[in-house]
């Protein structure tokens, strides 16, 4: 079991002790780059090989998701320069103790009832053979499936063809590692029914806990999703990955993780920098090396000797953005501190923030936390500089002018680095009140409470919105919440949900059942599309945005529709004009011809929903904007 972590450890630490012993190791350590977005780098990963060998994570497995070869062209041979490259990566890890394990996602296209198919696969991996690579997985996540019983069959039997005609042949005899489609949750379901029926008895199978994103994985999780796959499991660990939310950094220790019989290993997925995330994967090592006995305080004090050599000017930073999951408070002692009215104790850790500094640290760790230290220095003058107003029972204009506060607000709120931002504008705002002003009304969602009308078992894409919503600093129920302030409907939502949504006085947004919501008098889906036209650049729900943008990672469905007379559109699909984004304000005519009981709007997610592997940033910051505008709609 894992210990919580002391809130001034990273403040207080000296020396980091002896290093951490293992008498009871997991079989499987090591490391996943499967994120989305900007991959490591040549050098990021051969700099990891080289800190991993010390640490225990002892395999890498390749899965970046811009490696076209991996997964949408994995029928297709590596050109000579990418394999050579691919060969060199192989060789600086095993060279340096680590197994370098390729990845490949066929998933998207494969036609599996076809021999050729099979054949292109095993084709594949012997050419990769070629260039020294040993050590494969199968990966199915994130795809499409329409019948899902006998799509985990068609995985299983692919699985059990590659074994049998690649690997054993080419003298492999590990058992093969299958990242399922049906990654994350407990229980039985068709899918896993039809994987359990073909899989190969000795394969490993990659699971992310109860879902994609976790605070804790407890030994009745892992016992029950065990049963459900008939096979033992290794962990994908969505820790410390950031590609939900690429403005902040999570930096904290493992916490949380158990271990059961049934759970061989553990990879972690990092951030997408690369060097930050040694703070978090230092941890992990601990845990993977002896879970019984693992601390997370003492482990994530050898994680910040090791990692900056003992230099003190990121303590606070790191104690600052060390919360897991992203839903959970950003720093405990700050609020703490602030709901108590312990304004000079809050003050000293802002103070302690704002003198934040990369200097004595590698040239790697300071350029790529760069952002978040100017974040660090900005959001610690500011909230020192509001916590004296507050505290001050004089007058609190000897402290701060009410244009020292509002210039401080303008500047956090245009940080896209995020460093504790919502508690320093609180304060901000408490101080700014009290000298007179106005609180700020940003057109932004964070705190509000959002529940997601999907269905009894949530797609991917659905389980993803939640993450990504819920490390934008929202809170998120999946199904009916008296408390919540919005609705999504996705294309799952039941029929008794979708009429319920219908009839809420809060805010509704939907990308499925538009005309049955009154939203729509026609719903279309073009079927080959990757971005929308924005028409009204200077709605918030554009979020800033101008003309033609790139929603999509590839051509995909676009949902889209001729909306209510009262529909204000700020987004359309470039050929044929239809309304992509819409927003109707309360009162307004909807498509039905009622007036709306509360703010409504309508985006372009499909099918696939807000699937990881097919949404771009852009998306992520139209998603976030029309939020916010739905909710800045409904105040007004």
């Known amino acids: 079991m894992t210990r919580a972590v002391n809130e001034s450890s990273l403040l207080e630490a000296n020396e980091p002790g002896a290093e951490h012993g293992s008498p009871h190791p997991l079989a499987w350590r090591g490391l996943v780059e499967g994120f989305y977005g900007a991959p490591w780098s040549h050098d990021d990963r051969v700099r990891w090989f080289e800190f991993a060998s010390g640490s225990g994570l002892d395999r890498y497995l390749y899965a970046p998701k811009d490696d076209p070869w991996h997964r949408e062209l994995w029928r297709e041979p590596y050109p000579a320069d990418r394999l050579a490259a691919l060969g060199d990566l192989c060789s600086e890890a095993e060279r340096r103790g680590v197994r370098f394990v390729y990845t490949i996602a066929p998933g998207l296209s494969m036609r599996y009832d076809e021999d050729a198919e099979h054949e292109a696969l095993a084709a594949k991996c012997t050419q990769l053979l070629g260039a020294g690579i040993r050590s494969f997985a199968l990966l199915f996540d994130d795809v499409p499936m329409d019948e899902p019983e006998a799509f985990g069959r068609a995985h299983g039997e692919t699985a059990a063809r590659l074994e049998a005609g690649f690997l054993r042949p080419a003298g492999i005899d590990e058992p093969l590692l299958v990242c399922p489609t049906d990654y994350a949750g407990l229980g039985r379901t068709p899918y896993r029914t039809g994987l359990d029926a073909t899989l190969p008895e000795d394969a490993l199978v990659l699971w992310t806990g109860a879902d994609i994103v976790v605070g804790a994985v407890t030994a009745d999780d892992i016992v029950r999703a065990r049963e459900s796959y008939g096979r033992d499991l290794v962990l994908w660990d969505n820790f410390p990955v950031n590609d939900f939310d690429r403005s902040r950094v999570f930096l904290g220790p493992l916490t949380d993780r158990h271990r059961a019989p049934g759970l061989v290993g553990i990879v972690s997925n990092p951030m997408v920098e690369a060097a930050p995330s040694r703070f978090a994967l230092s941890t992990v090592a601990e845990w993977a090396a002896d879970p019984d006995e693992y601390d997370a305080q003492d482990a994530s004090a050898r994680a910040y000797e090791r990692v900056t050599g003992g230099a003190p000017g990121l303590r ?124 700020s009304h940003p057109h932004t969602p964070r705190g509000a409470a959002v529940s997601i009308y999907s269905g009894p078992n949530p797609a991917p894409g659905d389980r993803e919105l939640a993450e990504f919503l819920r490390g934008s600093g929202m809170h998120v129920h999946f199904g009916h919440d008296e408390a919540a302030d919005l609705v999504i409907v996705t294309r799952a939502a039941s029929e008794d949900l979708i009429v319920e949504a219908s009839r809420l006085s809060i805010p509704v947004l939907a990308w499925g059942h538009l005309v049955p919501l009154g939203l729509a008098s026609a719903s279309l889906v073009p079927l080959s599309v990757d971005r929308i036209e924005i028409v009204d650049p200077r709605h918030p729900a554009a979020s800033a945005m101008a003309g033609e943008v790139v929603v999509y990672r590839g051509r995909s469905k676009l949902t889209v529709c001729v909306p209510g007379e009262g529909a204000h559109v700020v987004a359309r699909e470039p050929q044929s004009g239809d309304a992509a984004i819409t927003i109707t304000p309360r009162g307004a005519a909807l498509a039905d011809g009622k007036p709306a009981p509360a703010a409504r709007g309508t985006f372009y997610l499909a099918a696939d929903g807000f699937a990881p592997w097919l949404v771009t940033e852009s998306t992520r910051a139209l998603l976030y904007a029309t939020i916010g505008a739905l909710l800045d709609a409904e105040d007004a």
């Open 316 to 439: 606070a930073l790191v104690q600052a953005c060390s919360s897991w999951p992203p839903s959970a408070p950003r720093w405990p002692a700050l609020s703490d501190a602030v709901a108590e009215g312990r304004y000079h104790d809050a003050e000293a850790l802002l103070t302690r923030l704002a003198q934040t500094s990369a200097d004595g640290v590698d040239k790697d760790l300071a350029a790529q936390l760069e952002p978040w230290v100017d974040a660090a220095q900005a959001s610690g003058s500011a909230g020192a500089m509001a916590c004296r107003v507050l505290a001050f029972d004089g007058d609190p204009a000897e402290f701060a002018s009410l244009d020292d506060l509002l210039k401080a607000r303008r500047t956090m709120e245009g940080e896209f680095a995020d460093v504790v931002r919502d508690d320093v504008l609180g304060l901000l705002d408490d101080a700014i009140v009290l000298l007179g002003g106005e609180p």
